[in-house]
Every structure is written in structure tokens, then in C-alpha cells.
């Protein structure tokens, strides 16, 4: 059992923040992706926040973001990020490791 | 060599990544605004797309046109759509700006307006060089990271210009629509830019467009300006009324004789936006003033010969006359006579009467009514109330005459009047003959009567009087004057 065990607990949900900046194409774009992708692949086992810099710049100390959008993964540990509109979402899955 | 510690090189590899993705999303374009600190230690977000380029583009579609100045007044960007407002190259406006199309006050607002308009929003109201009239706004602007003043010019010509003549039309329709007399409207400028009907009567050809001097010739006397019209409407321009001044318009199709008032007229504001001018045709009281300056001469003259006439009666009367009771009855007589000559010329204004009117009028009196002894033949004509004056003195005479010693002094005498009018004679002729009277005898003394008859009418060598006294009744044979006859 203890080698079949993983780094996290199945049932705690994954947390997500989503660093946008206001109404920019790629901004609206990562929002639309995401909400696909967790809702094809993470059924009822994420929660989303996003985060709006143009309103709250200060808000981008937290995770040190740089470019927008930037998706963190803050839970699970360690802290994961994603850079761009994750139209890919094989890499999204990849990086969030969805499915390890 | 120190000793590798796993946790720091796993950080430090997890950083390098993050700086890589990072880099590699910025160039492949997986991005669209940056989060960069400011000298203040402050997190600002600038977009990568979406930037001033799209915008750029929009502007150039604009009709408006639109600028872009930096906090220091340098343009950053200008639109095509300004440079063709100003009359101005692309080139021209970005290195002479915009400033150098226009005059030095209007200038000097815009650059007022560019300070202003780095604060808040701002607008004024310019002239360019075509007469054009614009609107600028300023208004604060962020163009990446540098404060500007987003500058706008609307061409606002048309509008005002609907605006003025809208409230023109407004003002001049209703002052027009209440005036009966003739009613012009200046612009600021002095041309006329309304005129109504009652002003055809004044000058024949249209006044519209043309300045008021040149529209209608004025002559005023004791009117210091070589040009009264003009100085008229520049007076009430400025703001003074000009009231009831007396004019000749020597040009005018009927209104010659005008009186003129001008006042500013001012709509909607205290400003001054033209003038009206109102005239008053004054032909007709002129014509009644004339008139009645020949009548009160004319009455004058006749009071006179009047009052000369019945003096040299009286006289004359007096002189012929042995008794009281003979004066009295003679110059009452006669008197009476010229009353009624003077009657019937009244009736008709004193312009000319006819022969028989005088005749029965001076004759009637001696003649019972109903009696036929009073016989007139021949064309009756009008004359004027001085052979009608002298006829009816003359006719007097001869009646009383008949009455006391001739045709009328029996009851089966008669008197026959025949009227000659030959056009080719220098006078129209009436021969009085009477009959059936006492025999008569040419009397042995003349008395002011006879010369009453004879040279009453000789005051024209064409006018006179004969008489004659053969046995069977008196005849007298009058001229009249052609020049006193008025016709038929």
C-alpha cells in the first residue's frame, strides 16, 4: 500500500488561481480554457480563483507573476505554474498532473 | 567544490525553469500584458495587444479630427482627418503642429487648453483660416506609461451656422408678420437679410443680400454723413436707436417721403445680432401738407380780391348813388350778387362752374317762379371763379336793370340768352337781348352800372362787354375768355 501511496490525499480538491488582467484576449481565453478543462477533467474536484491584476496589481507579489495570464496550482504542494492561455491542454494536464 | 545542497539546486532549477517558460510564453505570444514594478516599488499591468496600434487605426477612420500631446505639449500622434481641418499636410502638422495654422488668439486658447486638459476635461470654440468654426476638447489620456491630452477637433461650422440663421428666421418672421409698414433686417455686418412686403414700395429690385445703402438711396437733410443709410443702420449696430428722422428716397418705385427708425436687435442674449429699420411712407401726408399749403394761399389771395372788389362796390356805389336809401339798396344788391356767385363756386371747391348756373342764380331772383321769361339757348360751358365772379356782377346789372326800366319792368317782357362757343375764338359769347319790354331810349347818364357791365369782364384783352339800346329791348353781347372756359 505504501508504494501505491500518492503525494496528496485523492480527495482534496485541486486549488487553482488564475492571474488575468482584465478583458485582454488571452486573459478571456485562459478563463474559457480552464473552466473546460476542469470541468472535463477534474469533475467536482477543483476550486478556481481569479484573480484580477489590473484591478489589484499588488496581488501579483503572492506568486511573483510576471506575465499574464499565469495559472498557479497552488494545491497540491509543490507550487505549480503555467504561462499563457492554456489552449494546450495536454500541457495543462501535464503540469497540474492530472491523471499521474 | 563545496558540497551540493539538493533542496537550493531543485530551487534554483524550479526558478531557471520558470524564467524560461516565462521568456518562451512572452515570444511565442502566449501572453498579453506584463506586471512591472515601478520606480515606487508599485505593481502596474500593461497589455502587450490591445495597445495604442488598434486604436490608432480606428482614429485614422475617423472624421474627427484627434491628437495626442504629452505632458510637455510635444504631439505624439495626429490623424489625418486634423491636418485636412487645419488646411495641412500629415508632414506639416507633425513638425510646425497644429498651433501654426492658426491666428495668435486662437492659438494661444489651444495651448491654454492643452494645460488645462491634462487635469480635466476642457473645450473651446476657435476660427480657422477658412472661417470655419471649431470645437477643440482636451481631455487627460495614458499613452503606455506617459501622461497626455487627448485632443479633439470637431467641425462645428454647419451647426452654428443653422443655429444663427434658425434664430434669425425665428425673429424676423415675427417682427415681420406684426408690421404694416415697410420692415428691413441687417445682419451684424449691415446686410439685409429680410425684407417684407411693404418694402417693394421703396425699391423695385430685391434688397436681399446687399447692404442697406446700396439697396436704397437716401437723402436726408441736415444729416452730417455723406452716406445717411449707412450711417442709420452702423448706429443702431451699435447699439443706439435711431427714431423718427425724415427722408426723400428719390429712387423709390412709389414711397418717396419716408420717415426712417432704426433699433439693434438683439435674440435670445443682450447681443447685438443686426438691426431693424422701419419706414413709414409719408408721400401721402406730404401730398395733404402741399395741398393745404396751396389752399390756405389760395385763400389768402381771394380774401384779398374779395375785400379789394367789394371796396371799389362800395365806393363806386357811392359815388353813383344820391340817396342813403339808393346806396343801401344798390351795394346790398350787389353784394348779394357776388355772394352768390361765391356760393355756387364753393359747391364746387372753387374749380369752375357753368355759364347757366351763374345766370339763373344771379337772373332767378328777378323772375317769378313758373314764368317762362327767362329763354337760354345754345352750348352751355364751364368757366373759371374769376370770369364767374365778373360774369355774375355783370348779369346782376342787367337784371336789375330789366327789372326797373327794361323787359322785366312789364309782365309780357322776356329775356333771351343765347350762348356762342366757337372754338376757333379767342372767347366763348353770350347775348343778352330782351323783348316785349317798354320802348327804350339810350339814357343820358351813365351810372356805375353800365360801367359794372362794360368792364367787369375786360380784365383779359379777350374778355369784354357791349351793350346796346335799340328801341325794342336792351342787348349786351359779353365775351367770356377762352382761357377761362374749361370745356363743356
Given amino acids: ?100 | 567544490m563545496g558540497q551540493e545542497n539538493p533542496a537550493l539546486t531543485a530551487e534554483l532549477r524550479r526558478r531557471l525553469e520558470e524564467a524560461e517558460e516565462t521568456i518562451r510564453a512572452i515570444r511565442e505570444g502566449e501572453v498579453d500584458a506584463l506586471v512591472i514594478r515601478s520606480r515606487a516599488q508599485e505593481e502596474e499591468v500593461f497589455t502587450l495587444e490591445g495597445g495604442p496600434e488598434p486604436f490608432r487605426a480606428f482614429m485614422e477612420a475617423m472624421d474627427l479630427g484627434a491628437a495626442a500631446f504629452d505632458a510637455e505639449g510635444r504631439m505624439l500622434y495626429a490623424n489625418a482627418a486634423l491636418g485636412d481641418l487645419l488646411g495641412l499636410t500629415a508632414d506639416e502638422v507633425l513638425v510646425r503642429g497644429i498651433c501654426s495654422a492658426l491666428d495668435p488668439e486662437s492659438a494661444a486658447r489651444v495651448r491654454d487648453l492643452l494645460a488645462r486638459g491634462a487635469t480635466a476635461k476642457s473645450s473651446v470654440e476657435i476660427v480657422v483660416g477658412d472661417g470655419r468654426h471649431v470645437q477643440v476638447s482636451a481631455s487627460p489620456l495614458r499613452v503606455g506609461v506617459t501622461d497626455a491630452v487627448a485632443v479633439t477637433l470637431t467641425d462645428i461650422t454647419s451647426r452654428i451656422r443653422e443655429r444663427a440663421s434658425q434664430e434669425s428666421e425665428r425673429a424676423a418672421l415675427a417682427i415681420l408678420a406684426s408690421a404694416n409698414e415697410a420692415v428691413i433686417v441687417c445682419d451684424r455686418e449691415g446686410r439685409i437679410t429680410h425684407a417684407n412686403a411693404a418694402v417693394a414700395a421703396i425699391t423695385a429690385e430685391s434688397p436681399i443680400g446687399k447692404t442697406f445703402s446700396s439697396a436704397i438711396n437716401l437723402t436726408i437733410s441736415g444729416f452730417s454723413a455723406a452716406d445717411p443709410g449707412s450711417e442709420i443702420v452702423a448706429r443702431a449696430i451699435g447699439g443706439t436707436p435711431v427714431q423718427g428722422i425724415e427722408a426723400a428716397a428719390p429712387d423709390a418705385p412709389k414711397c418717396k417721403d419716408l420717415l426712417i427708425s432704426a433699433a439693434p436687435l438683439r435674440i435670445g442674449s443682450d447681443q447685438i445680432s443686426g438691426c431693424v429699420v422701419t419706414m413709414v411712407d409719408l408721400s401721402q401726408r406730404k401730398t395733404l401738407e402741399q395741398q393745404q399749403l396751396l389752399l390756405m394761399g389760395e385763400l389768402d389771395h381771394r380774401v384779398k380780391n374779395t375785400l379789394a372788389l367789394v371796396l371799389s362796390i362800395a365806393n363806386r356805389t357811392a359815388n353813383s348813388e344820391e340817396t342813403v336809401d339808393g346806396f343801401q339798396t344798390a351795394f346790398s344788391g350787389r353784394i348779394q350778387a357776388l355772394a352768390a356767385t361765391h356760393n355756387i363756386l364753393a359747391e364746387c371747391s372753387w374749380s369752375s362752374v357753368r355759364v347757366a348756373e351763374v345766370l339763373h342764380q344771379e337772373v332767378g331772383p328777378f323772375i317769378t317762379t313758373g314764368e317762362n321769361r327767362l329763354r337760354v339757348s345754345g352750348p352751355d360751358v364751364r368757366i373759371r371763379p374769376r370770369a364767374a365772379i365778373a360774369l355774375g356782377l355783370v348779369l346782376h346789372e342787367l337784371a336789375t336793370n330789366a327789372v326797373k326800366y327794361g323787359a322785366l319792368s312789364s309782365p309780357d317782357g322776356v329775356v333771351a340768352v343765347n350762348f356762342t362757343d366757337n372754338p376757333e375764338s379767342a372767347f366763348f359769347s353770350l347775348e343778352w337781348r330782351e323783348a316785349d319790354g317798354p320802348r327804350v331810349a339810350e339814357p343820358n347818364r351813365f351810372g356805375f352800372g353800365q360801367t359794372v357791365i362794360t368792364r367787369s369782364l375786360q380784365y383779359s384783352v379777350d374778355g369784354g362787354a357791349e351793350l346796346e339800346y335799340p328801341s325794342e329791348g336792351v342787348r349786351c353781347t359779353m365775351r367770356i375768355p377762352r382761357a377761362d372756359v374749361v370745356g363743356a
Avoid at chain 1, 40 to 45: A, F, N, S, T
Avoid at chain 1, 50 to 63: G, I, N
Fill in chain 1, 1 to 100: 500500500m505504501v508504494e501505491n501511496a500518492t503525494p496528496t490525499t485523492p480527495t482534496e480538491p485541486t486549488k487553482l488561481v488564475l492571474y488575468i488582467a482584465g478583458q485582454t484576449p488571452k486573459s478571456i481565453s485562459a478563463i474559457e480554457n480552464l473552466e473546460r478543462i476542469c470541468a472535463e477533467h477534474l469533475p467536482g474536484r477543483y476550486r478556481i480563483e481569479v484573480v484580477d491584476l489590473r484591478k489589484s496589481p499588488q496581488l501579483a507579489r503572492e506568486h511573483n507573476i510576471i506575465a499574464i495570464p499565469t495559472l498557479v496550482r497552488e494545491l497540491p504542494t509543490p507550487i505549480r505554474k503555467i504561462i499563457g492561455d492554456l489552449s494546450d491542454s495536454e500541457k495543462v494536464l501535464v503540469h497540474l498532473s492530472v491523471g499521474d
